[in-house]
């Protein structure tokens, strides 16, 4: 099994601590709403990653159809970017 990487680990984390999500239904394909998040939770995963990871997560990026994989996809692009400066 490989290492989650730091954005995966974030994500994974939040989603099982703060909005208490059974780790086993945190796959790549789930949808943010298979996982039962509202507007208002979507706005608090928002922001909690924001804080952990250091990069803006936009509106768009975390919506009811996005999937955790997509997610991952789009801010491990920013995080490495702002790694790299």
Known sequence: ????????????TVLTEKFEIDPAVVRPDATLES???DSLALAELALSLQERLGVKVAESEATKHTTVAGLTASLAA????????
Not at 1 to 12: C, D, F, G, H, Q
Not at 78 to 85: L, Q, V
């Open 78 to 85: 920013k995080y490495a970017a702002a790694a790299a400066r």
């Open 1 to 12: 099994m490989s290492a989650k990487s730091p954005v995966e680990s974030a994500l994974t």
């Open 35 to 37: 996982l039962d998040l």
